[in-house]
């Protein structure tokens, strides 16, 4: 099946028409008028693939969308340098917010402890200038993630810095999980049994075989897991203060922490059994029309195939 290829400058610009559009039912046409271009454009400077991992096929970004809104949570794994998966993640937020207004952003790229800070800004109460000199912003900030704050300040919509913050990370990393035994902001249960995930983490860092196990990487394990748990956390808090109608919850972080379903994914099923989770994974491949491997499809329930950065 034949997947449509979103706009690039066209596009850009009407989400900056978007995100300047004072009038809420304007901005929900404008809404459509983009995930309309996205799906018209078709292959022309398509720079990627969305596949259906139960079916193994390629599906329209429109059906990837359709299929998205009738979760609680969807986690939207990345690799965190690539332009086109940054698109894509525009583009779905902006769609799936049209289906499923109430929407909350999470964000694995902002902190627990600047969520003032950034509920400040979204309201309006700070500057830009103020909010970015003191929320410890990635570097690739303005560039990936503003675009999707941006939006989300225009629309309302509720933003949460979901991360531990570095320094209780580092000091995981460097001392172990009692490092941070009832510090502010940091997890309740950043448990670390779950071998599966151990083997993956182990391989990324390049210690293979159980030989090459040691208590440096146990560590550095738990300091990935105490983040993993922390985001699975500030996610399942949104639940717990829901009232009424159940949000959906758009999570935004790096796909080693949701691909198989393990790490944040896992560990919010353990405290949210009753949600339903779905998540879409990146690869970068420069052959993006192909069938994709056996460890590609165990990787999510979607997969973005997007073309490399450039170097």
Request: proline share 5%.
């Amino acid at each position: 099946m034949r997947d449509s290829s979103p706009p690039d400058a066209a596009g850009e610009r009407l989400c900056s028409t978007i995100m300047s559009t004072p009038t809420p039912f304007v901005r929900l046409a404008l809404v459509s008028l983009l995930f309309t271009a996205c799906s018209s454009v078709g292959l022309r400077g398509a720079g990627y693939m969305t596949y259906d991992t139960k079916s193994g096929r390629s599906v329209e970004l429109g059906s990837l969308c359709d299929e998205l809104a009738r979760h609680d949570v969807v986690f939207l794994g990345e690799e965190h340098d690539n332009d086109v998966g940054h698109r894509l993640q525009l583009w779905t937020l902006t769609r799936l917010f049209e289906l499923r207004p109430g929407l909350v952003l999470s964000m694995e790229q902002f902190e627990a402890d600047v969520q003032e800070l950034l509920d400040r800004y979204l309201a309006g109460k700070i500057g830009e200038e103020e909010f970015l000199a003191t929320s410890r912003p990635w570097g690739n900030y303005a560039e990936h993630y503003r675009p999707m704050v941006e939006f989300a300040r225009r629309h309302g919509i509720p933003v949460i810095a979901a991360n531990i913050p570095r320094p209780l990370a580092r000091r995981v990393a460097y001392g172990g999980l009692e490092r941070i035994g009832g510090e502010n902001f940091g997890p309740w249960d950043a448990w670390t049994d779950e071998p599966e995930y151990l083997d993956l983490f182990a391989e990324a860092m390049g210690r293979h075989g159980q030989e090459n196990r040691d208590e440096g990487l146990e560590r550095w394990f738990a300091a990935q897991c105490s983040k993993d748990e922390k985001m699975a956390e500030s996610i399942a808090a949104v639940f717990d203060r829901e009232n009424g109608e159940r949000p959906l919850v758009v999570h935004l972080c790096g796909k080693f922490h949701s691909d198989k379903h393990l790490g944040s994914v896992s560990r919010l099923a353990r405290h949210k059994p009753e949600l339903s989770l779905a998540v879409v994974s990146m690869n970068s491949d420069k052959r993006i029309r192909r069938a994709l491997s056996a460890d590609e499809l165990s990787r999510g329930d979607f997969v973005w195939l997007v073309r490399p950065q450039p170097d």
